[in-house]
């Protein structure tokens, strides 16, 4: 069994909740403590009761919350080396720091956790795929372009949550200075809700199941938007899916596999 439930995401903040009989996980703690302890009330869970948190990649709006989280509890925290470096002024202690290395499997509890190279302006970015039993749960945001070996981790995913982060046109004709568009929609920027469809179209044919579209921006996307736009890309390739949009600011229905 596989709880999965989305707490926060967005361009102002990322948290999600994995769990399994006997582990407790979030990924990323990308708003403030305070906000985290809320959100996981909700669905009945304490803070102390999470075995760890694993982080995709250095930037605020998934690291937000790791100082406070520190200096409050023991929870472990797992990132790659690099973004260990980056992240060094958020003094998570000594004791809670724990490290993997991109590309090779790791366990916490009853996960097997595959951390994947993923295309962003970070220092070493990566998406996860997240294994118990014969379900596999997949997390894939903050990604410039997909490439084959992206695509690849994807494939099979009983649960998949993909960045939709911005209309091209809303982009374009937005108030963001050149230089920001140019890099939000570069390789190493993130991933329009076009492209995003593009890609959930060919993975509806390759046996992913939920397909959740994450990270939108609040200035240059919409629910309704990215949406209509994934839908319109698989269904005019003939395919079936469970699609949604993860919800900014409020807890999301938890799925169990």
């Known amino acids: 069994m596989i709880n999965f439930c989305n707490l926060y995401s967005g361009s102002s903040g990322n948290c999600t909740y994995i769990a399994s009989e006997n582990t407790r996980i979030l990924v990323d703690a990308g708003v403030s403590c305070n906000k985290i302890i809320k959100a996981l009330h909700e669905?009945?869970?304490?803070?102390?009761?999470?075995?760890?948190?694993?982080?995709?990649?250095?930037?605020?709006?998934?690291?937000?919350?790791?100082?406070?989280?520190?200096?409050?509890?023991?929870i472990p925290v797992y990132a790659n080396i690099k973004t260990w470096h980056m992240i060094e002024s958020l003094n998570v202690k000594d004791t809670c720091k724990f490290t993997f290395t991109t590309g090779k499997e790791f366990e916490i509890g009853d996960f097997k956790i595959y951390p994947f190279s993923i295309s962003h302006d970070a220092v070493d970015p990566c998406g996860f795929s997240i294994f118990h039993d014969d379900k596999k749960v997949t997390i894939a945001t903050d990604i410039g372009h997909i490439t084959e070996g992206v695509l690849h981790q994807m494939e099979n995913s009983n649960i998949l949550l993909l960045e939709a982060n911005y209309d091209?046109?809303?982009?374009?004709?937005?108030?963001?200075?050149?230089?920001?568009?140019?890099?939000?929609?570069?390789?190493?920027?993130?991933?329009?809700?076009?492209?995003?469809?593009?890609?959930?179209?060919?993975?509806?044919?390759?046996?992913?199941?939920?397909?959740?579209?994450?990270?939108?921006?609040?200035?240059?996307?919409?629910?309704?938007?990215?949406?209509?736009t994934v839908f319109n890309e698989i269904d005019m390739n003939g395919n079936i899916c469970n699609l949604s949009v993860a919800s900014r600011d409020f807890v999301d229905p938890m799925i169990t596999l």
């Open 43 to 74: 669905i009945g869970i304490e803070l102390d009761e999470i075995d760890a948190i694993i982080i995709t990649h250095e930037h605020s709006d998934h690291t937000k919350g790791l100082t406070t989280i520190s200096k409050k509890y023991n």
């Open 168 to 228: 091209d046109e809303t982009l374009k004709c937005g108030p963001y200075p050149y230089q920001l568009k140019k890099r939000i929609m570069s390789e190493k920027g993130h991933l329009s809700n076009e492209e995003a469809g593009k890609t959930l179209a060919y993975l509806s044919k390759n046996n992913v199941q939920n397909m959740i579209l994450g990270h939108l921006s609040k200035e240059n996307n919409f629910p309704e938007l990215a949406y209509q």
